[in-house]
């Protein structure tokens, strides 16, 4: 069997924490922002987590 090679779109928006979790930015905050509220912009600045079947299918991707 061949090594796997790491997806590197992937790798640039998802990070591998150390107990194997994986982290995500979130969505919409790239533009627009003049219309959001503050709450909205505050919780858009925060990371998510990835959970389930895409976790697996993110990890399988990283090569983790």
């Excluded at 924490?17 to 959001?36: D, E, I, Q, S």
């Excluded at 909205?40 to 389930?52: D, Y």
């Amino acid at each position: 069997m061949p090594k796997l090679k790491t997806h590197k779109s992937t790798a640039k928006r998802m990070k591998l924490t150390p107990t194997g979790k994986v982290l995500r930015r979130r969505a919409f905050g790239g533009h627009m922002l003049a219309k959001k509220s503050q709450r909205r912009k505050r919780v858009i600045g925060t990371v998510a987590l990835v959970t389930g079947a895409i976790a697996k299918n993110v990890k399988r991707s990283l090569g983790a």
